[in-house]
């Protein structure tokens, strides 16, 4: 089925521990974004993409490492975890100027 | 930097009952999208609004936008515990905290 796929859908891991949020389109839309959410305040933008190659900071950037090889995969890396990135993050693409999220993935950080 | 504040934080309403959420910003609005999300799922756009004044209708959801651009308002008409969820606006990339739903049989 066509749409924005997420991977894993829940994590547990450890402080320190280096990890990665996958998140696929099956469409070739250019934008994508990574968001994070946490209870009372919303949804914040970490690092969104324009094309394949190009990324940039959000609101909430540090401690997160984006790549974009491929205009469908777009990889949210937290290269040394810390307990305050429990959250649940949700990746998301744009087409005519309407965001499709996927179905997020829920991190827990011990 | 732009703050967009929604109230109520949390309602709880009976089926059958009309109701309005509201959605304020600090500074003048580009465009503004309400989402709804149900637990486990992401948010999924209900409407776009771009000019002031404008108002939207999706079946029982009622969407205006603010003369200014600065505020919105949801309202919804005989509410239905279909209509359960979390209501967020956002311009563009960010996004409000959100007015968590419960409509009870």
């Known amino acids: 089925d066509a749409g924005i796929t997420q991977s894993p859908r829940y994590k547990i891991t450890e402080t320190g521990r280096q990890v990665t949020l996958m998140c696929h389109q099956t469409?070739?839309?250019?934008?994508m974004f990574w968001y994070r959410q946490d209870l009372g305040h919303g949804l914040r933008l970490i690092y969104y993409?324009?094309?394949?190659?190009?990324?940039d900071k959000g609101e909430v950037p540090d401690g997160y490492v984006v790549s974009r090889s491929k205009t469908e995969n777009f990889p949210l890396t937290l290269e040394s975890a810390t307990r305050s990135q429990t959250s649940v993050y949700f990746c998301?693409?744009?087409?005519?100027?309407?965001?499709?999220f996927g179905p997020g993935t829920r991190l827990t950080v011990l | 930097t732009q703050l967009l504040e929604q109230s109520p934080q949390f309602l709880s309403i009976q089926e059958g009952e009309n109701l309005t959420v509201y959605c304020n910003s600090s500074?003048?609005?580009?465009?503004l999208q309400w989402y709804r999300q149900e637990p486990g799922e992401g948010p999924v756009l209900l409407v776009t609004?771009?000019?002031?004044?404008e108002v939207k209708k999706l079946k029982r959801l009622t969407f205006q936008f603010g003369d200014a651009r600065k505020d919105s308002s949801l309202h919804i008409t005989a509410a239905q515990p279909g209509d359960t969820g979390l209501y967020l606006c956002?311009?563009?990339?960010?996004f409000g905290a959100g007015t968590r739903l419960t409509v009870k049989p």
């Open positions: 609004v771009v000019t002031g004044g």
């Open positions: 956002a311009d563009d990339m960010r």
């Open positions: 993409s324009a094309a394949a190659d190009i990324t």
């Open positions: 469409w070739s839309h250019s934008y």
């Open positions: 998301a693409c744009m087409s005519a100027d309407t965001q499709y």
């Open positions: 500074s003048v609005f580009s465009s």
